[in-house]
């Protein structure tokens, strides 16, 4: 008998309500899983509804309608305290590496805090975990006599992984984690990102508007259009035979690396466009 996954949406509906306007329905009937040691990529475009679910999965949004089952549990309409008994399992990586972290506090303070919660756990024991969790996200271990703000937006990030790991969680939620970098340094975070999901056995729900940043950290792909699931499968065949429309433009709209090879695509799309438009 195969395992129940470990996240489970089903029926998923959530409508923000506006004042004065007309409600709006973030997402429609969405149904996803994500097995225990699985990474599922999440991408649109902004407005499609992607990042509403990491929100929903968190707690952060209202439930409309359906539910979101972890690890056997129904979360969604969780209270606040199981919302907190729930951090050492279920974890978070924001977009923004320069607001996710206080400049107030050291980065030792930061990355100890989430172990307050571990009952029994001495000062000793939080210090050897905090310098653990450093060399792991390939920090030197003096990062955590430091602050924010004398560190790199990559170095911040490689922090901010370090925060959500170290309580050694079963689920990350990673909502656009790489966005706010640049590309040099996107490709080390995600191959951190990757590096830390095999040696954890974690499972990750990677939110993205990139579908080449999707494919290179995630075993499935689901594709978000307008609050509804237009096309999900396999990571690599998402990329390489996209069957919805809205997929193939995704793919169609990524940058790539070469900038003569860009040069070339954007000329492409451009005579496509010219010749549709003669045609019309």
């Known amino acids: 008998m195969a395992e129940s996954p470990l996240l489970d949406i ?3 509906n959530v409508v923000y309500k506006q004042s004065g306007k007309k409600p709006f329905h973030a997402l429609k009937g969405v149904s996803l899983h994500v097995n225990a040691g699985e990474t599922v ?11 509403t679910i990491g929100k929903a999965v968190l707690g952060q949004v209202p439930v409309e309608s359906g539910t979101i089952l972890f690890d056997g549990q129904d979360i969604s309409h969780a209270s606040h ?11 978070v990586v924001y977009q ?10 050291s980065i030792g303070q930061t990355l100890m805090e989430p172990l307050l919660r571990e009952d029994g756990i001495t000062r000793t024991e939080m210090k050897r975990r905090v310098k653990e969790v450093l060399e792991q996200v390939g920090m030197p271990t003096d990062t955590a006599e430091r602050y924010p703000g004398q560190f790199s937006g990559g170095q911040r990030q490689r922090i901010a992984i370090a925060r959500a790991v170290i309580n050694r969680p079963k689920f990350i939620v990673c909502d656009e984690p790489v966005s706010a970098l640049d590309l040099s340094i996107q490709a080390q975070v995600l191959n951190l990102l990757n590096d830390i999901q095999q040696e954890m056995n974690l499972a990750m ?3 993205s508007h990139d579908l080449t940043v999707v494919r290179h950290v995630s075993d499935r792909t689901v594709v978000l259009y307008h609050g509804e699931i ?22 169609d709209a990524a940058p790539l690396p070469d900038p003569e090879a860009q040069r070339k695509k954007r000329e ?3 005579k496509a466009r010219a010749a549709a438009n003669a045609a019309a």
């Open 205 to 207: 729900l990677f939110i």
């Open 10 to 12: 089903q029926d998923l």
């Open 41 to 51: 990529g999440l991408v649109g475009e902004s407005g499609s509804g992607k990042t």
């Open 268 to 270: 492409a799309r451009r």
């Open 230 to 251: 237009v096309e999900q499968g396999d990571a690599g065949q998402i990329n390489e035979n996209p069957q919805h429309p809205y997929t193939k433009s995704l793919i």
């Open 96 to 105: 923004d590496p320069y607001s996710s972290l206080n400049p107030a506090r």
């Open 81 to 91: 305290k199981v919302r907190r008994d729930l951090g050492q399992e279920l974890q």
